[in-house]
Each structure stands twice: as C-alpha cells, then as structure tokens.
C-alpha cells in the first residue's frame, strides 16, 4: 500500500544532541512538508519542499535542518539549536503543483521527548 | 497572510445529534478551504476542500461543510454524530509563497461524542 512512513514513533533525546526523523513516501509525490504539532497551536509549518534539490521554511525553521536529496525522502534534522524540541512532528506528502497539491497525506508521526 | 481560526477548543455533542465545528477564514482574494481529522497519535486525514462551486461541499464519512462568503466561515457539520466521530479537526486555508503553495491550520477543535 502506498503511504508515509515516519519513524521512529517515539524518540528521546538528551539536551545538546541532534537528533534526525526519517520520512519516507512511496506515493509518487513532488512536494513534502513537516509539521510540528503541540497542544493547543494546532500545526506549524517547520519545511517544506516542492522537488529534489530545493527546500523553503516554514514558520518556524529555526534549531532545524532538511534534506531532499531522493524524491521519496525528506529527513528533518532536530538540532541542539531548538530550544523547546519536545514535540510531535508530522510529515506529509502532495502532489505538485496545483490544486492537488494541497490534499496532503500525513504519516503516523513521531514523539520526540527531550530529556 | 492567510489566516484560519477556530473559536472553539472543544464541543461535546450527543450521539444523533448534529454536529457543527466551527471555522472562520481571513484571505486576501479567493480562499481555498480544507477539513482535515486526526485521532488520537496518528496522522491527519482529509476529510473534504472548498475551491469553488458550491457553497455546500460534501466529504469522507458523511461530514459536509457549507462555505459563507459574507461570514468569512466554513463550518463543519454531520446531521447524525457518532461516537467514532470524536477527533481532533483542523480547519485549513492554502497559502502562496514564492511558487509554492502551503497549508496554514487553524488550532484544531476536539469533537466528543457521547452516548
């Protein structure tokens, strides 16, 4: 079945390490996005890409990194940098560009807890 | 920039009742409007979009939402609530930047059905 896979599900992470969340789809999809989910904001955009090679920020880039090397991956990378990195992260996937694009497919997520 | 808001954190309903979760817009030129769900630890799904065309657009799993340009909303509704119904809902508008397009979400509403 084609989808998002996130992992892993649940990681915890010790201050000043960096840690990376995996995303992988296999939909065929152009544009992929990350979110970041806490209680009560709802999600906020942290990157987002629309082909291989080219990423943007979102509203709250800051403390983190991506990659889009591969089409089918977009690794976000949580850094020592983000001072309040617990949270729950989100990844989505759409096809691009056009109306399609912003019927997004999300993966199951990933809870990461900072220690 | 494109703004969505919902009024409310939480609305109970019975099962059988009809359901309406709110959602106001703030856009410049003409909104395109998106309902997704969430329960608990997983991803968000789509449940229904306004691009144009009527102003009453029918989704996944019986929900329906009625777009009202001189309110600025796009309510959710449900004739029929079931216990199953009872999720996290984000209201969203897409957003231009630079050659892309993006989601912006709302803060999300709790929906609880009971018996």
């Known amino acids: 079945d084609g989808g998002i896979t996130q992992s892993p599900k649940y990681l915890f992470r010790k201050e000043g390490q960096n840690v990376t969340l995996s995303c992988e789809q296999n939909?065929?999809?152009?544009?992929m996005y990350w979110y970041r989910q806490d209680p009560g904001q709802g999600l906020r955009l942290i990157y987002y890409?629309?082909?291989?090679?080219?990423?943007q920020k979102g509203d709250i880039a800051e403390g983190y990194s991506v990659s889009r090397e591969k089409k089918e991956s977009f690794p976000l990378t949580v850094t020592s940098a983000q001072k309040n990195p617990t949270a729950f992260y989100l990844c989505?996937?759409?096809?691009?560009?056009?109306?399609?694009?912003?019927?997004?497919?999300f993966g199951a997520g990933s809870r990461l807890t900072v220690l | 920039a494109q703004s969505v808001a919902q009024p409310e954190d939480q609305v109970n309903v019975a099962e059988g009742n009809p359901l309406t979760v709110k959602c106001t817009y703030s856009?410049?030129?003409?909104?395109?409007l998106f309902w997704y769900v969430q329960y608990p630890n997983r991803g968000l799904q789509f449940l229904l979009k306004?691009?144009?065309?009527?102003?009453l657009v029918k989704g996944s799993y019986g929900f329906e939402a009625e777009f009202n340009k001189s309110q600025t909303s796009f309510h959710l509704k449900k004739p029929s609530a079931l216990v199953s119904d009872s999720a996290l809902y984000f209201c969203?508008?897409?957003?231009?930047?630079?050659?892309?397009?993006?989601?912006?979400f709302g803060t999300g509403t709790r929906l609880q059905v009971t018996l």
């Open positions: 890409s629309q082909i291989v090679n080219d990423f």
């Open positions: 939909l065929n999809h152009d544009a």
């Open positions: 856009v410049s030129g003409n909104p395109y």
């Open positions: 989505a996937s759409s096809k691009g560009p056009g109306i399609g694009a912003n019927v997004l497919t």
């Open positions: 969203a508008v897409r957003e231009i930047a630079g050659t892309a397009s993006k989601l912006t």
């Open positions: 306004y691009i144009t065309g009527d102003n």
